[in-house]
């Protein structure tokens, strides 16, 4: 028998034949503690999650994903669903439950004449680029190449392209999802549009979704992009260029922030490095000579320490971040939606960053309106569509002697820019602590919608292992 754990809290004993027979009928894998490849399906990006499932469903194919999901109903068992592993929440993999692990799933295959790609759950960012930038097509998603394509897409996903395309999900054709009562079904504007209206920003609420079909857009190869640092004594002229900068600034550019300690990059002068600066992280995705004259006016923000900025093919600028945000270090994060960066917050911020905890410690804050803003509210499950800044504490480090003092600084910065915010959240953003904020934070006027949808899709709530919407019954 084997002791696992279901979602009414408790746990059950399953015989070891039903598990064997689980095994027989999938084309993947099933895992178990002392199997190889455990330890590998349950890492996450966040490494303060550390979580111990009973079993792993190690999926090839949507056939694998029917046969976990109706093993996992018929048994109540606590089911965690993985595709990329990177929430900052962790709620990928569970503790003695059953976790169904799509990250084998991972084909991404471009129809050029269409300009469509159909992408399997496990795809990271890093695989979707590579394939479509081999036709020279895109379509919006995130800044960090080993974020799964899935959560990202579940819950909204925006990036470099977002201004002038939208989100992921605005690029959304369709989906491949298995159900709570097993059943696969098809979701699109004709077919369950109800459930593609949910898929799109209410995560992995509904069901598990076995493909995505994305609208391409032409892209580069090359875009204009880059980092200029500036000194933090510069902070203040560095946010008032950057703020009327990206008021006006075209669809095609986009113009993130990012407050932090100086990592010992090449371009940087030794004397920077480990001190405060303030980071323009820029995309230029137009025509390029007019990217390098746009580029021009960001250098004007201040004196730079020193820059990296060029013409490079997008999948290369879409690695920019990845050597700082590599999986393994403790993280907790917390975000608040912006329509306006104040001399408020911009005061809250740079006093923050005085007193940042780790070297590794970061506030980014992205640019979004454009295009994102222009869908309505109601169109997408996701409702944020007048936010134009988002601020993200991202804390970050070592040792778990360094928690209560991490976690403390992020709460307290977070604290200090509620009055200034929107009360809005970014669903993907949000740590495993703050399940208060889903209703009004992370959905707003369209959370009772998601509750009814919710009901009709997973009434049982199976799929509870996400920032959850709990269906009304
Ligand atoms: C370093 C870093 C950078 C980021 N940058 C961006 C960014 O630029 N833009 C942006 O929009 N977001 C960004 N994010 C947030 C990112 O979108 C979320 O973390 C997202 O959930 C990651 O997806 P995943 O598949 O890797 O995650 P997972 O942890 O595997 O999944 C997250 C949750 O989604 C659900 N889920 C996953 N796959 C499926 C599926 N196939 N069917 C049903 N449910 C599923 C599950 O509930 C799971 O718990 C970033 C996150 C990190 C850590």
């Given amino acids: 028998m084997i002791d696992i754990r279901t979602t009414q809290g408790g746990s059950i004993a399953i015989a070891k034949e039903r598990f064997d027979a689980l095994r027989a009928a999938l084309r993947g894998s099933l895992v178990f503690p002392t199997d190889a490849g455990y330890d590998v399906a349950r890492s996450l990006w966040n490494g303060m999650i550390d979580r111990k499932p009973a079993a792993i469903v190690r999926a090839a194919g949507a056939g694998d994903v029917i046969q976990a999901v109706n093993f996992a109903r018929e048994h109540r068992l606590l089911l965690a669903v993985r595709g990329g592993g990177h929430n900052i929440a962790g709620k990928a993999a569970c503790d003695g439950g059953l976790m ?9 295959r471009v ?7 159909r992408v399997e759950p496990g795809a990271l960012l890093s695989d979707f680029d590579r394939e479509t930038q081999a036709f020279g097509l895109s379509t919006p998603t995130g800044i960090n190449s080993t974020t799964g394509i899935a959560g990202l897409t579940l819950g909204g996903g925006f990036g470099w392209q977002s201004r002038k395309r939208g989100l992921t999900i605005d690029n959304l054709v369709g989906v491949d999802v298995v159900l709570a009562s097993g059943e696969f079904v098809q979701a699109n504007d004709k077919h369950n549009a109800d459930l593609f209206w949910a898929v799109r920003g209410g995560g992995g609420n509904f069901g598990v979704v076995t493909s995505f079909e994305y609208r391409l857009h032409k892209l580069g190869p090359e875009v204009v992009a880059g980092l200029i640092v500036y000194p933090f004594d510069q902070a ?6 950057w703020r009327s900068f990206t008021a006006k600034a075209p669809e095609e550019m986009t113009a993130w922030l990012v407050l932090r300690h100086a990592p010992p990059l090449p371009f940087l002068p030794e004397s920077v490095h480990g001190k405060a600066v303030i980071v323009v992280a820029f995309c230029w995705i137009g025509e390029v000579s007019r990217g390098h004259e746009l580029a021009a006016q960001l250098r004007r923000f201040g004196t730079a320490a020193g820059e990296h900025v060029g013409a ?16 393994g270090a403790r993280n907790y994060w917390k975000s608040h939606d912006f329509k306006a960066l104040t001399h408020d917050v911009e005061r809250i911020l740079c006093e923050a960053i005085g007193r940042l905890p780790t070297s590794e410690c970061e506030v980014f ?13 109601d169109a997408t499950a996701y409702p944020h569509r007048d936010v134009e800044y988002i601020v993200n504490v991202h804390t970050r480090w070592r040792e778990p002697s360094e928690d209560a003092k991490c976690i403390a600084w992020a709460r307290g910065l977070f604290d200090a820019l509620t009055p200034h915010a929107t009360g809005g959240v970014y669903v993907n953003f949000m740590p495993e602590d703050e399940t208060q904020r889903v209703a009004a934070g992370a959905y707003g006027s369209n959370y009772g919608r ?4 919710k009901a009709k899709y997973d009434r049982a709530n199976l799929f509870c292992l996400n920032q959850n919407i709990r269906p009304q019954a």
Avoid at 314 to 326: C, E, G, K, M, S
Avoid at 367 to 372: D, E
Wanted: cysteine-free; proline content about 7%; hydrophobic content about 55%.
């Fill in 450 to 453: 998601l509750v009814d949808l």
């Fill in 111 to 117: 129809d050029p004449n269409l300009a469509l790609a």
């Fill in 100 to 108: 169904l692990d799509l990250s084998a799933m991972k084909s991404v």
């Fill in 365 to 377: 804050i992205g640019h979004l309106g454009g295009a994102v803003n222009r869908v309505a509210t």
């Fill in 312 to 327: 490079m093919p997008f999948v290369n600028w879409q690695t920019a971040f990845d050597p700082l945000l590599a999986p």
């Fill in 236 to 241: 203040h002229g560095v946010f008032e260029g």
